[in-house]
């Protein structure tokens, strides 16, 4: 069996991607579920200590997932998901970005040189009853400058999608007992 939680950031010049591998206790259709559907994406998805509310979910080629996300303290900002594949249960290729309230792509509120738009390969995998999730992407459309301070991002990203993923082992252990 693999690595249960691989971080790797790879790449250099105008190539940077970050790939992630998680093993998860659950089977594959629950994991896709829970990426896919909106009171479970609620439950887990984000930054940690961050409460979750779905604007819009529309899981197709062309559709959009446009959330926001509140710290306890109440400084809230938005996200998105554009959809570019959906093969139900194993792949879903998406575009993030920052947004603002009504959905529309903006700057990151903590750097005017995260890049606009990072593209990310998710596939799920069925292995003994557990599900192996391999997530990967990196920028599109973006400056050296975005794609450099994307790199240096490594350190946070690995500790943000770590609470991430936490959060959903925590959740998914709700179901699977």
């Given at each position: ?6 971080f ?19 089977p ?17 998805w984000?930054p ?36 570019r594949?959906?093969?139900?249960p ?15 792509i ?8 995260f890049?606009?738009?990072?593209i ?5 995998t069925?292995?003994?009853g ?10 599109i459309?973006?400056?050296?400058e ?6 240096s ?23 699977t007992?």
């Amino acid at each position: 069996m693999m690595k249960q939680n691989a971080f790797e950031m790879t790449g250099n010049g105008s190539e940077v991607q970050l790939e992630i591998t998680r093993i998860v206790k659950a089977p594959l259709e629950l994991v896709y579920s829970v990426w896919t559907q909106p009171e479970h994406l609620a439950a887990w998805w984000g930054p940690t200590g961050m409460e979750l509310t779905v604007k819009s979910l529309d899981v197709r080629p062309g559709g959009i997932f446009h959330y926001g996300m509140k710290s306890p303290e109440g400084f809230e900002m938005f996200g998105r998901f554009s959809y570019r594949e959906v093969e139900a249960p194993t792949k879903l290729v998406y575009v993030t970005s920052f947004a603002d309230s009504e959905g529309n792509i903006i700057r990151a509120p903590f750097s005017a040189v995260f890049p606009l738009e990072i593209i990310t390969e998710l596939t799920m995998t069925e292995e003994d009853g557990h599900t192996v999730i391999t997530m990967k992407g990196g920028p599109i459309n973006a400056t050296e400058e975005e794609i450099a301070f994307y790199a240096s991002m490594k350190g946070s990203m690995e500790q943000g999608f770590g609470g991430t993923f936490k959060q959903l082992d925590e959740y998914l252990a709700k179901f699977t007992g």
